[in-house]
């Protein structure tokens, strides 16, 4: 629907921007997130996102290494800082939150996710290569990825155990927003900071999700931020204040 309304273009997407593209929605949104899940699953959602701050590091070094991308030492000191302030936030322990188990194989499986992260957004940016609009590209991705999560699905046999319809009858508001807010506009506007700026840059200021997230938590479950998650906040909005400065 977004497409039609836009009038969005397809035609600057060749046969090797489309590798690009097809290859970031298989690296990111495929194996990223299905080793992100797998990792919250053996070590926590805490420790998982904590580990997943690295995906601005793997997506700064893509940036240097696949488009000469090199940040100047305010942007550095800006990324810095950022990251710094989700750790601190992140790395507070919840009451009340599940404990995984300090598996390797846990703490390896958000490694990868992170790097996936990083790397499938470089790989976006160079397949849109300053022309591609930033919409059909989410579409080739998100299109990617989709048929071979399902192909996935199907060959370990998977398919009947999924339950969507019920699931979707039961909580079809939530996910249709989930799928609104994240896959569709999350996605695209990333792509959209992809272009427009450095890939680290980008990267860093999407990986403020858990300090975001603060205002919703106290609204939907009334938490009280701790001195802590306030400092890390205001430390986050610093770095990304000097992000913009560069």
């Not at 593209?21 to 699953?41: H, K």
């Not at 995984?100 to 976006?124: P, R, T």
């Not at 989930?178 to 450095?198: E, H, I, Q, Y």
Request: hydrophobic fraction near 55%; aromatic fraction near 6%.
């Amino acid at each position: 629907l977004a497409l039609v309304a836009t009038g969005t273009a397809f035609a600057p997407i060749d046969a090797r921007r489309a590798v690009y593209l097809a290859a970031s929605g298989i690296v990111g949104l495929v194996i990223g997130d299905l080793a992100l899940f797998e990792a919250m699953r053996r070590i926590g959602a805490r420790l998982s996102f904590l580990i997943m701050s690295l995906a601005p590091i793997s997506a700064s070094l893509g940036g240097l290494l696949l488009l000469g991308e090199r940040p100047g030492p305010l942007a550095l000191f800006g990324i810095a800082v950022t990251l710094g302030g989700v750790v601190w936030v992140v790395g507070e322990p919840r009451e009340g939150e599940p404990r995984g188990s300090h598996q390797a194989i846990g703490l390896a499986f958000a490694v990868v996710g992170a790097v996936c992260q990083g790397v499938g957004l470089v790989l976006a940016k160079v397949g849109m290569a300053g022309e591609v609009p930033a919409l059909a590209a989410t579409w080739v991705r998100m299109g990617t990825a989709t048929g071979v999560i399902w192909v996935l699905t199907a060959l370990t046999g998977r398919v009947r155990g999924l339950g969507v319809a019920d699931a979707t009858r039961r909580a079809w508001l939530p996910i249709a927003g989930g799928a609104f807010f994240g896959p569709f506009l999350g996605v695209w506007l990333s792509l959209v900071a992809a272009r427009l700026t450095d890939v680290g840059i980008a990267a860093t200021i999407m990986a403020t999700t858990p300090v975001l997230v603060i205002p919703i938590l106290m609204l939907t479950e009334r938490y009280r931020p701790t001195v802590r998650a306030l400092v890390g906040t205001a430390v986050t909005v610093a770095g990304v204040a000097l992000l913009f400065a560069t």
